[in-house]
């Protein structure tokens, strides 16, 4: 299962709750006709419709037909299956392929491990945490990240003054 979203709130009377959506295409929401909510379980839904705003997705399932029903489903993970993962363009990752990746300087020195991925508005930026148990924060810019290779499990950076 793969999360892309987190549902914050109900929505109205009819059952509608309120998604923060983690990927940057939150149009992809209109191809899903169920998804999987998680909080101590899983659960499948129907999705019975979509709307998209600026910075949120509305969902209606099915199941769910009133405010107080889709109280119950704050904070739960909104997943997907892998076969309703989208494509990405060339140089484009899921999040769930950053987090573990060995970190490595230009020099070959290792870095850390890529332990979170936080969304900013600007750019993304990874959580790398070292051997030793501190956090390093890495901006994902094309100025410091060199190379990616998903499959080997390595990320090869540039460090910029003051990372470390």
């Known amino acids: 299962m793969y ?5 914050l709130k109900p929505h109205g009377i009819r059952g ?30 129907s999705v019975q419709s979509v709307r ?8 209606k ?25 989208i494509e990405l363009e060339a140089d484009e990752f899921f999040i769930h392929d950053l987090v573990g990746c060995d970190v490595i300087s230009e020099n070959g020195d290792s ?11 600007s750019n993304d930026i990874y959580v790398v945490q070292d051997e030793r148990g501190r956090e390093i924060l890495v901006p994902a810019i094309k100025d410091v990240i060199k190379k990616i ?13 003051g990372m470390i």
């Open 3 to 7: 999360l892309i979203g987190y549902i």
């Open 16 to 45: 509608e709750v309120k998604v923060n959506p983690i990927s940057p295409y939150p149009e992809r929401f209109n191809r899903l006709d169920r998804v999987y909510l998680r909080n101590d379980s899983i659960q499948a839904y």
């Open 52 to 59: 998209i705003s600026n910075r949120f997705v509305f969902l």
């Open 61 to 85: 399932f099915s199941e769910i037909n009133s405010r107080s029903e889709a109280e119950l489903l704050r904070n739960y993970e909104v997943l997907i299956a892998k076969e309703q993962l």
């Open 111 to 121: 870095i850390g491990k890529i332990v979170e991925v936080m969304q900013a508005s």
């Open 149 to 161: 290779d998903i499959k080997q499990k390595k990320i090869k950076i540039h460090l910029m003054e």
